[in-house]
């Protein structure tokens, strides 16, 4: 299935009146524009959707330094995947009257817990991240809780300009935003490529 924007949006919302708790996955290569659908599709249906960015999960920079991954963050092995997975399973439960998600603080290079409120009233649940498609433990086990998963597609100069621009906001010099977008998130963006085929349906922004 091929979506726009606004087809999303309008998707998005029949989900929300499908009835009960629904989980909506966004994913897509760093860059292709996750976090501003899910933006744009939580403005639009406020109450009857909540935006959970798997970003939150990003294991510490204390432990990335002990692990000697900080120049790979952002590869599958560096995020707390089995404690997402246990979220995801919290969602689709929807059986606490308030389920909190960690949120990541780019300024401070870590999670901070407790950051987003999912309410048991709210019907959907959008989760955004780099491997929800992924077919290695414990990433596998969140296709099956989802009703569907969304691929975002950009132009790849687009792309690769926003995670270069990224970078330089949160303090990389320019050559280093450029060497880190075409290292660690390309090579990332790869492992995310493969995995498009088993997308619900594909977003083209």
């Known amino acids: 299935m091929e979506l726009t924007t606004g087809d999303a949006v309008d998707r998005a919302r029949a989900l929300a009146h499908r009835g009960g708790r629904i989980l909506l996955g966004i994913t897509g290569e760093p860059g292709a524009g996750k976090s501003t659908l899910g933006a744009e599709i939580g403005r639009a249906l406020g109450d009857a959707a909540a935006v959970v960015p ?4 990003h294991l510490a920079q204390s432990r990335l330094i002990e692990l000697d991954r900080v120049s790979r963050k952002g590869a599958p092995d560096t995020f707390d995947a089995w404690g ?51 077919e290695e433990e414990p990433w596998c086990r969140i296709h099956g809780m989802m009703d569907e998963i969304w691929y975002v597609d950009v132009d790849e100069d687009l792309r690769m300009s926003r995670l270069v621009a990224r970078h330089e906001q949160f303090g990389k010099p320019h ?22 085929a088993r997308a619900d349906a594909v977003v083209t922004i």
């Open 54 to 57: 798997m970003d939150g999960f």
């Open 84 to 134: 997402f997975v246990a979220l995801v399973r919290r969602l689709a439960a929807a059986e606490e009257p308030v389920t909190y998600a960690p949120e990541y603080r780019r300024e401070l290079h870590n999670g901070v817990a407790g950051a987003i409120p999912v309410f048991q009233s709210t019907p959907l649940v959008i989760i955004e991240g780099n491997y929800l498609l992924l």
């Open 175 to 196: 050559d280093a935003a450029v060497a880190w977008a075409a290292g660690p998130d390309e090579r990332n963006a790869a492992v995310i490529r493969s995995t498009r």
